[in-house]
């Protein structure tokens, strides 16, 4: 399976964008499919997560409440939307999947290429 990420953009503070994480097969219900994010300098981290057959959510504190991570499992597709984007939200974000739920980077095997998200002030 590989995956492709899109959707990211120049936005205001404040504002909202929808990624989307789209995979070129079936993602298998016992998957997990992650949203992670990696900033100039800093090291990748965990954003979100869903359990691909139940739909369990988990998200990284920082953006609880903000982000809504969900799944359309007929079209194979993952989406993070993102409201009341602030500039520490800027980075180029990656989706992945594993077979378990991890917050590293190391618990998920195939990765699709970033989509980067500019947050103006």
């Known amino acids: 399976v590989q995956l492709q990420a899109s959707g990211g953009g120049l936005v205001q503070a404040g504002g909202s964008l929808r990624l989307s994480c789209a995979a070129s097969g079936r993602i298998f219900s016992s998957a997990v499919v992650g949203w992670f994010r990696q900033a100039p300098g800093k090291e990748r981290e965990f954003v979100a997560a869903i359990r691909w057959g139940s739909g369990v959510r988990y998200y990284a504190d920082s953006v609880r409440g903000r982000f809504t991570i969900s799944r359309s499992s007929a079209e194979n597709v993952a989406y993070l939307q993102m409201n009341s984007l602030n500039s520490d939200d800027a980075a180029v974000y990656y989706c992945?999947?594993?077979?378990?739920?991890?917050?590293?980077?190391?618990?998920?095997?195939?990765w699709g290429q970033g989509t980067l998200v500019t947050v103006s002030s």
């Open positions: 992945a999947t594993g077979s378990e739920y991890g917050t590293t980077p190391k618990a998920y095997k195939k």
